[in-house]
């Protein structure tokens, strides 16, 4: 797996924070900021540091996060998204 590094030292939290909010007002799925967490496969914590800024997601996080957020998460980290694998046979 390729490593994925921020491309500034500190993210957008801005953008991170914005982009979370309005995919968790768009997810009628989930009633509170805990259970979107959830819901991401995260703790609390983890998603409040992250929109927060203190701390970039792991990069396994990332990949969860464009799973159930959609790819649009890599550019709201400012981070590049993996590139595809080709598998020879």
Known sequence: MASIQPTAWAF??????????????????????????????VTNV????WIQGKRLPHEV???????????EVYQALGVEPPTPIELVV
């Open 12 to 41: 957008p939290r801005s953008a991170l924070l914005d982009y979370v909010n309005q995919t968790f007002q768009e997810t009628e799925r989930v009633p509170s900021r805990s259970d979107f967490a959830r819901w991401l496969g």
């Open 46 to 49: 983890a998603l409040l540091t």
């Open 61 to 71: 996080h990332i990949e969860q996060l464009a799973a159930k957020l959609g790819p």
